[in-house]
């Protein structure tokens, strides 16, 4: 792998996911400290930069933990999310309700508070969700990875800390909704324009308009969701 073979968009994806099948298959595992950043990058023949993105979508995920001054670790499974359990009903409801209380806000006051530098952040993250628009595994990272750039740019940090703390299960909603978009449409382009007009809508400093396209891809990712678990009592 190297920046000149690959699209600049995928390589942290492609990288991420080889850190990612390593975790999977053992040779990383929880409370393993991972390999310095230039390390990795110079075994990936990629720059820095690329691998510090890798790294963020891993740690969105879940999978990993950055510590300060002590570097980057394969993360324990936290109490009730070890694992590719997926939840029960009861369980995706309760997250479907604790995500609207916080990221329909977190929405409206990113559009009052994202810097330029923020917006430029989300910017690249809706590439990132086009170019995995058609990979139900691929996905659902660089979506969660999304929602935690616009809680960033919501200057709060208590908002953040929330949904930092449940983006393991944030991970297995997204992923469920991936695989029913990708059954019924093909891919998931509708759902990276819909990401795309949120941007637009902060960038503009539309609070409003940001919160309600925003509730609409969350009502969309809801009705994806439990009708999953409508078929699978089938």
Request: hydrophobic share 45%.
């Amino acid at each position: 792998m190297s920046e000149n073979s690959t699209k600049p968009a995928t390589l942290p994806l492609a990288i991420a996911g080889s850190l990612r099948e390593r975790i999977a298959n053992g040779e990383f595992v929880a409370g393993d400290r991972l390999p310095g950043h230039r390390e990795i990058a110079q075994a990936y023949s990629v720059s820095v930069g690329s691998v510090r993105e890798a790294i963020s979508m891993l740690i969105s995920a879940g999978l990993v933990d950055a510590r300060a001054s002590r570097g980057t670790f394969v993360a324990a499974a936290r109490p009730g999310t070890a694992g590719d359990q997926p939840l029960e009903r009861k369980e995706a409801e309760e997250l479907i309700e604790a995500r609207e209380v916080l990221e329909l806000t977190v929405a409206a006051l990113a559009a009052e508070r994202a810097s330029a530098k923020q917006i430029a952040r989300l910017w690249k993250c809706v590439e990132r969700l086009e170019t995995t628009a058609d990979d139900p595994e691929a996905y659902p990272t660089a979506d969660v990875e999304f929602h935690l750039a616009l809680a960033e740019a919501a200057g709060n940090r208590f908002l953040l800390a929330a949904l930092t703390d449940i983006r393991a299960l944030l991970h297995r909603d997204m992923a469920l909704s991936a695989e029913a978009a990708i059954r019924r449409f093909g891919d998931l382009r509708f759902s990276v324009e819909s990401h795309r007009e949120v941007v637009h809508a902060i960038e503009a400093g539309q609070a409003e308009e940001a919160r309600r396209i925003l509730g609409e891809i969350m009502n969309r990712n809801h009705e994806l969701v439990l009708g999953m678990y409508t078929m699978a009592r089938r």
